[in-house]
């Protein structure tokens, strides 16, 4: 048996790649910020960025995003902080399990 991503859920992987791709996630944390030139010099941040966004979505038992805005903020966060050298005032840490590749 396969299982394929909800229609929901594949959207919000579309939505965040375009966000990204416009300069416009985590809007408005991170307007003022270019961050394209640390992801494209060093790929492997990109993958981080995506991966902070997908492993804090979560979804319904139908496969519908919950928490879309959140994961977007979660991942704009860090992005700020590998940029800047610090999180966004009042902006908890990320957890570990967060930016895991798996």
Known sequence: MSTKLAHGASGALRRFAGWVARGSVGHPLLDGID???????????????????????????????????????????WLYKYCTGSLPPGEPELETWKVALY
């Open 35 to 77: 961050y394209w030139d640390g992801p494209r010099d060093s790929p492997s941040q990109m993958e981080t960025l995506f991966a902070i966004f997908a492993n804090v979505l979560e979804l319904d038992d139908y496969g519908e995003p919950v928490n879309e805005k959140h994961a977007e903020r979660r991942a704009a966060a």
